[in-house]
């Protein structure tokens, strides 16, 4: 018994004795990772800091060695630079994407560099996990990119990764350290991978939620692809949930199929559903869009149901002024004005009134009209 426990504590010894404490990263490297999504693609990037440490002017083409060289150890072969400190720099990406045009598949890469002071060769490897890039081998690149670096005013003091110029779809990653910047765009197919994913996601439990289907119908409707799968999830979802939103974003859909007369009854039928606010902000669009007499229809339409209001006055008022008939916007404008909410409110109010008081009426403006003609024609 004596020797059993002779013996674990022996073990137990040695595991104390070569258990790892936690400390900073060796040689005042900083480890550090940095990650943002580009559309719907998660970019993830660890690395460790270096810092210059006095030594301006010795690290391009020196400490960071141009092109591959043996470093003498590891596999013995030609290696670039690690891009980083210490453990491999890693690069992940959670959906396919392109590096400077280059499609790249998802998953998590090791990222080497082969510096020159006019092109760098950026370096996808399959193998993420070994120390720095002492057992590089180039059977293991999956891509390789070559960009132009970039001489910086402000010195770096640490290697930092950051993002910019970033969009719906792609961003540049640069690589900055001391005075130079090594960037590189990274893009992706999003409109593609967002329909894949919605594809995915609604053979699950949110096929059956409405308003993920009216999600997706949106959309649809708004990039203008698949307009037939649009028309069946919106259908689906007004048998649920027959709200104004979604018979207009059905009415939408009809009219990018041009079945215009079609739209124009679900309009009606989204307009018989609607709020007060959600009809006036609809008219308001139609305005917008300078279509000022069907917007006097929907704010006749929604004064009838919803009568002396301060938004369906305001949408009187603002129906007529769009025509230029002054008048009868003035009236419907000073109705509103006590009914103001707010002061922000009752300020608009304000300058709508001013604005209808100076304005010319519709006759003066075709009279204008006229007489600008005839000057044309003599």
């Not at 070569?18 to 990037?45: C, F, H, M, W």
């Not at 969009?167 to 893009?187: C, M, Q, Y």
């Not at 369906?312 to 003035?330: C, I, P």
Request: aromatic share 10%; hydrophobic share 35%; proline share 3%.
């Amino acid at each position: 018994m004596k020797k059993v426990i002779l013996c674990l504590s022996a073990v137990i010894c040695s595991i104390i004795s070569y258990a790892q404490l936690l400390e900073p990263a060796n040689g005042g490297s900083v480890k550090a990772n940095v990650s943002e999504r580009i559309g719907i693609t998660d970019v993830t990037i660890h690395y460790g800091r270096p810092a210059v440490k006095g030594r301006e002017g010795k690290i391009w083409g020196d400490l960071v060695y141009n092109g591959f060289r043996n470093q003498g150890f590891g596999n013995g072969n030609d290696a670039p630079w690690r891009a980083g400190a210490n453990e491999n720099t890693t690069i992940e990406f959670s959906t396919d994407v392109q590096i400077e045009g280059l499609r790249l598949a998802a998953g998590k890469y090791g990222f080497f560099i082969a510096y020159g002071p006019d092109n760098c060769t950026l370096i996808f490897s399959s193998n993420s996990t070994s120390w720095g890039s002492y057992f590089y081998s180039d059977k293991e690149d999956v891509l390789r990119v070559k960009v132009r670096p970039v001489v910086q005013s402000v010195s770096r003091e640490r290697l930092t990764y950051e993002f910019s110029n970033e969009t719906d779809s792609s961003a540049t990653i640069s690589l900055i350290w001391e005075k130079l910047a090594i960037p590189f765009t990274v893009s992706t197919r999003l409109q593609q991978l967002q329909l894949a994913s919605f594809e995915r996601e609604l053979r699950g439990e949110k096929g059956f939620d409405p308003h993920a289907l009216v999600q997706v119908a949106g959309y649809m409707e708004e990039h203008n692809v698949t307009l037939d799968k649009a028309l069946d999830y919106i259908n689906t979802a007004s048998q649920s949930m027959p709200s104004f939103d979604v018979y207009m974003t059905k009415a939408k859909i009809l009219e990018k199929m041009n079945k215009h007369h079609e739209a124009d009854s679900i309009k009606q039928m989204a307009m018989e559903k609607g709020s007060a606010i959600e009809v006036h902000n609809y008219a308001r669009g139609l305005l917008k869009e300078k279509k000022n007499q069907k917007a006097l229809n929907v704010f006749e339409y929604n004064y009838k149901r919803y009568p002396n209001t301060f938004t369906t006055n305001m949408g009187m008022a603002r129906g007529y002024a769009a025509l230029n008939k002054n008048k009868e916007a003035l009236k419907y404008a000073q109705a509103a004005l006590p009914q103001s909410p707010d002061d922000v409110n009752k300020k608009v109010v304000q300058d709508l009134i001013k604005k209808m008081k100076e304005a010319p009426e519709e006759k003066e403006v075709k009279k204008v009209k006229v007489q600008k003609k005839e000057t044309e024609e003599e």
